[in-house]
């Protein structure tokens, strides 16, 4: 029996793909600027968001964009006033946003864990029409702002001063991929979930990175492997019957478990006519036997 | 390209602080189109904040900046301003190639929106050759030695074409030969009449580029005029001021 005759499936499928491409593209320039855990901080701050929109019966998706958007810019400009207050003003935004969340979806009416649990790891069956358009549009807008300013951003996250130099609109683009990386957090949290989402955007990369040689290459193997992965994970977490974001994950880190080791193996290999020869003679004597 | 009688960079009345400590008090400096200025000084001394200063990558706690006859504030046309930097920002594991990071140097010029053209490609190519690393484009930037690392630099600022190169410190710790190579890069670029502020701890292969010399000494302009002579065992013969980490660092050298 095929699964994907079901239309939640479909649903499900259409939106881990846009998040499978979308997110490793965003991801790229977190983890070049060493901040690849901002994406799970901007995750619990858009649960605030969440519980936002399901106390005030509005779209959860919508709301949470909003919060998350506001967080992920206070987020940056924090950042960019100097890191050593920074830190634990983070660490107040992070808490304060899912402490937040949790109890302003206790205070809705729409209160079961289920629903909680829901946000926080995805579910396969409550994308549901509306949301999936949500998902498209902003997924495709995320995805074009990050390919298309790719020369523009590339140049800030690898090296600000001399993209201030430049006369680029340093703080616009900064607060653009805050922005960018909000959205991507809020379309994901249905499939993958606020609390899982930040591995599909930092996991291909971290990938990628074992085999490519430069930027480019290796922003495009990372949506490669994010979007297979995505796809993958929906299928399989049918089958298997678990939850998506983390079957999506595990596939993730899988994937970068096994190019890592390939790598690795690949280069010991190149570097072994170069190594001394001993290994392969004959031994002088056999002690046992 | 129009003539101006405006000099290239001026600073006037200069002052600088981090915090409590004073760094730059009044300093004042002029540099005319096609002048070759070394800003030299001892560590510390403030040399290095005030080429940032008139970058505006440190504000001015007085004073005024002018680039190209225009206040810093209102100055928009940063694609005749060339600026490298002390060394590559610490690596985070993201691979990028030398033509990429060199490509960067067009941003100014192109502007974000437009995508890379003929011209764009041209121009980076005739930068990495002008720094001798066109054979090493395809290579990522982290495996190359720390000289060419800085090489990958200047090639960046040249690729955008620019009047005015502003350059902090570029050959600390860089390999004879990536001198060598850094100097005839220089070279080119002002014979064809840039300007060219360039701070340095120790001039070697570029001293006889240089046509003025400026001294920073406690945040002050202690001297102004011709290249000082080298003194004491840097003026032997057989002196060749090589830092501890050279002549060669290893790949990555800058990454930790």
Redesign the interface.
Known sequence: MNLFQYDFMIRALIGALVIGLAAPALGIYLVQRKMSLIGDGIGHVALTGVGVGLLLDRSPVITAVIVAAAGAVAIELLRERGRTSGDLALALLFYGGIAGGVMLVGLSSNRSNASLMAYLFGSLTTTSRTDLVVIGVLGVVVLAAMLLLRPALFAICHDEEYARVSGLPVRALNILIAIAAAVTVTIAMRTVGLLLVSALMVVPVAAAQQVTRGFRSTMAAAMALGVLCAGLGVWLAGEIDTAVGATIVVLAIAGFLTVAVCAAAWRAIRRRPFTRTAEVEPPDVILER | MFVTAEPAVDIAHGVVGYADRPVLHDVSLSVPAGEVVAILGANGSGKSTLVRAI???VPLRGGTVRLFGTPLKRF????R?G?V?QR??AG??????V???V??????RRG??R??GPADRTAVTAALTAVGLADRA???VATLSGGQQQRTLIA?ALA?EPELL?LDEPTAGVDAGSQTAFADALRGFVDTGGTVLLVAHELGPLQPLINRAVVVHDGKIAHDGAAPAPAGHHAAPDHDHVHPHAPEDPPGAWLT
Not at chain 2, 76 to 79: A, C, G, S, T, V
């Open positions: 970058l505006g990558l928009r046309q940063w694609r301003v600026y930097p590559m920002g985070s594991g993201v691979p990028a190639t033509a990429e990071v490509a960067s140097g067009r941003l100014a974000i929106l995508p890379p395809a290579e990522p960046r955008g502003v």
